[in-house]
Structures are given as structure tokens and as C-alpha cells.
């Protein structure tokens, strides 16, 4: 997720959300104890995601500060409709992480990490790793080595990039008139 847009509920001085994308251990962001709080991070596209990760502060061992996490995905910005992948219930050892390997059929544009009211939450980085979809005329595809395809013309097809020619329209064993073959 390094580099992508990011918000937060609540800001705790200068600990910013934008240090959760900067690629820095060292720069967290912390939420504003008491309310309810939450990070989200817009990857820009949806993506098929292979690893989603919420690092802790490495800058000390506070234990409150990273635990009762949940972490979750969705394609609506405000989360009206969202899958939670995981849950940091307890604080683990120091630098201890929320780290998931979602086995998803869809792909999310939004990752949340959210803690409840009275919980103080610091967050270090949030990474993300996956496939791009592409989005085709009639179709999504993240990965086309499940398809059926014969041949490169329907892989194109299948891309929508153009109409695949089919084994049984042209042959060697095939005659065609001048006219069709033009086309």
C-alpha cells in the first residue's frame, strides 16, 4: 500500500495516517483514545489481495496499543458492505504484527484497520500485496490460467482486446472464399 491515499477517524497529535503508507517503521499513526477509531487505505483500483499486513510501533513496547484489532476490505468507502480477514485480539510479543493471507474470489479496493471505543491503537505501516483486476467488457479477470482457451486469439478475446478466430472458421483443411477471408 505504500504510497496510496489513507484517512483516519481521529488523528493523535502528530502521529499523521500518512505514515502508514510512507514505507517507515518508525513514523506510526495513533488514533485519539476513547472514541472508536479507524484507518483505511484506498489501494486506487480493486485488487485481488495474496497479503494484507498492519504493523505495530517499533518505537516502544506498549502493549495496549496493539491489540483488539480488526481488519477488513471493502469496495464501498464507508464500509457499509465490508469482509473482516482478521482479528489482533491480543498484543503478542513487542513488534508483533496483524498479518493475513486472505483467500478471497474478489478483489477490494478499501483496507480498514479498526480498533473499538477506549482502545488506543498505533499502526506503523499497512501493506498490500495482490493482483490488479482488469476489468474487460464482459468480464473481471485477475488471473486467466483458469480459463478454457485454446489458443492466443481467445486469450485475446477472453482480455477484450479483440474477437478470437476459432479453430473450425479457418483451416488448412477449411476452403474459404476470397470475400470471407477479407473480412
Do not use: C
Not at 476490505?73 to 486472505?102: C, H, Q, R, T
Not at 468480464?139 to 478475446?157: G, M, P, V
Request: charged letters at 25%.
Amino acid at each position: 500500500a505504500l504510497g496510496k491515499d489513507v484517512s483516519a477517524n481521529t488523528i493523535n497529535g502528530g502521529f499523521l495516517p500518512e505514515y502508514v503508507v510512507d514505507g517507515n517503521l518508525a513514523t506510526p499513526w495513533a488514533n485519539v483514545t476513547g472514541i472508536a477509531a479507524y484507518i483505511t487505505v484506498d489501494l486506487g483500483a480493486p485488487y485481488l489481495l495474496d497479503f494484507v499486513a498492519a504493523r505495530s510501533r517499533r518505537d516502544m513496547n506498549q502493549e495496549i496499543s496493539r491489540q483488539q484489532w480488526t481488519m477488513e476490505l471493502s469496495n464501498d468507502e464507508a464500509f457499509k458492505e465490508s469482509v473482516v480477514i482478521g482479528k489482533k485480539e491480543y498484543p503478542g510479543s513487542f513488534g508483533s504484527d496483524l498479518e493475513v493471507y486472505p483467500s478471497l474470489k474478489q478483489a477490494y479496493r478499501y483496507i480498514r484497520v479498526s480498533a473499538p471505543a477506549g482502545r488506543h491503537i498505533v499502526i506503523s505501516e499497512i501493506e498490500a500485496y495482490g493482483k490488479k483486476y482488469i476489468e474487460t467488457k464482459d468480464r473481471i479477470y485477475s488471473d486467466i490460467t483458469n480459463q478454457n482457451l485454446k489458443n492466443a486469439s481467445e486469450l485475446s478475446e477472453a482480455l477484450g482486446i479483440e474477437k478470437a478466430v476459432y479453430d473450425n472458421e479457418y483451416g488448412v483443411n477449411l476452403l474459404i472464399k476470397r470475400g470471407k477471408a477479407a473480412d
